[in-house]
């Protein structure tokens, strides 16, 4: 989580412009940053995941975030993942306030970041930009910046909808330093400064009872990482022939009487293909997107690959990672 390496005025109002005001949802979020940006820093190899769901891209600002998205697009019960996520520097309502599953709901406001810093005794250590002379309100003066998280995830139970924040690093010690001195050992200074934007971050989401989980890749299975990636090319595309659509259930159907016999993920895909009078690729495409949507159960903490037998689940990856999803902290 940060503020972006070179806050200004310019990219305040940007933020503001798409983050500010009424919460948007779905296709019509918009997250602070986006890999357009003219300040997106580009060392961090920044790229986009589609979610056919919301029929949106999302914004990976790192490299780093990716497995983790991919991840919290395989839960079943993810309803929405608002990346780069404006924390409020003012008071503000809860930010599940007006979402259309949370009707109803008591949801507790949040005091913003200036109040927490100014609580810890560190408001000087708040971002801010100045404004410009010719400003209407505030001409000249000193505007606070935002802090922007990194992945919020929105899941669902049977007693509503819930957040997680997930703050990603590439290392444990990338905690431990700012974002301009991230290739040098971190000093005191940048230590205590990093915390204390760790620090923030937590308490403004603990405001709305949501928990904040400092995250790195090394944290999921090698294995589940690639299979996600490699999944998920399939989920986001289309079958060759828009037929495949009114057969979908019923391949799936078999496909799940065939995968407890343990076979080869091509021999499968090509039988499938014969059955059901298709392509083998969108054979392929049926088999592979009912995996990466949880349709199909199959134990992903090992390779699955076209020459290999799918095996069934045997673990969940959100049994494995339970503490990263569930509502209460474990």
């Not at 909808?161 to 690093?169: H, V």
């Not at 949880?294 to 690959?305: E, G, H, N, S, Y």
Request: charged fraction near 25%; charge should be positive.
């Amino acid at each position: 989580m940060g503020f972006g390496p070179n806050p200004s005025y310019t990219s305040l109002l940007r933020i503001l412009g798409r983050q500010a005001g009424l919460p948007k949802w779905g296709a019509d979020y918009l997250p602070s940053h986006f890999l357009s940006d003219p300040d997106t820093p580009k060392v961090t190899r920044p790229s986009e995941v589609f979610w056919p769901l919301v029929a949106r891209y999302i914004q990976a600002q790192a490299l780093t975030e990716r497995p983790f998205i991919l991840l919290a697009l395989h839960c079943t019960w993810l309803s929405e993942l608002l990346e780069q996520k404006m924390l409020p520097f003012n008071s503000a309502p809860h930010l599940l306030t007006g979402h259309p599953r949370a009707e109803g709901l008591v949801l507790p406001p949040m005091r913003g970041t200036l109040a927490i810093a100014d609580e810890m005794g560190v408001l000087n250590r708040h971002p801010m930009v100045r404004a410009p002379r010719d400003h209407p309100i505030s001409p000249n003066q000193l505007l606070p910046y935002p802090y922007v998280g990194d992945v919020l995830l929105v899941l669902s139970d049977l007693r509503g909808p819930y957040c997680k924040n997930w703050t990603i690093k590439k290392t444990m010690q990338d905690f431990e330093r700012t974002f301009k001195n991230r290739n040098k050992p971190p000093s005191d200074e940048d230590k205590e400064s990093a915390q204390i934007r760790f620090e923030i971050e937590k308490r403004c989401y603990l405001d709305g009872n949501i928990q904040t989980h400092a995250l790195v890749p090394s944290m999921i299975d090698r294995e589940l990482r690639i299979n996600l990636q490699t999944l998920h090319y399939w989920w986001a595309r289309n079958p060759e022939s828009i037929a495949t659509l009114s057969i979908e259930k019923e391949m799936l159907a078999w496909y799940r009487e065939q995968i407890p016999k343990i076979r080869i993920q091509f021999d499968l895909a090509n039988d499938g293909a014969k059955k059901f009078k298709t392509s083998v690729y969108d054979a392929k495409w049926v088999l592979k997107k009912g995996i990466f949507s949880r349709c199909l159960l199959v134990d992903l903490f090992q390779a699955v690959t076209d020459n290999l037998p799918l095996f069934p689940e045997r673990e969940s990856p959100f049994e494995r990672y339970a503490v990263w999803f569930a509502r209460e902290a474990l």
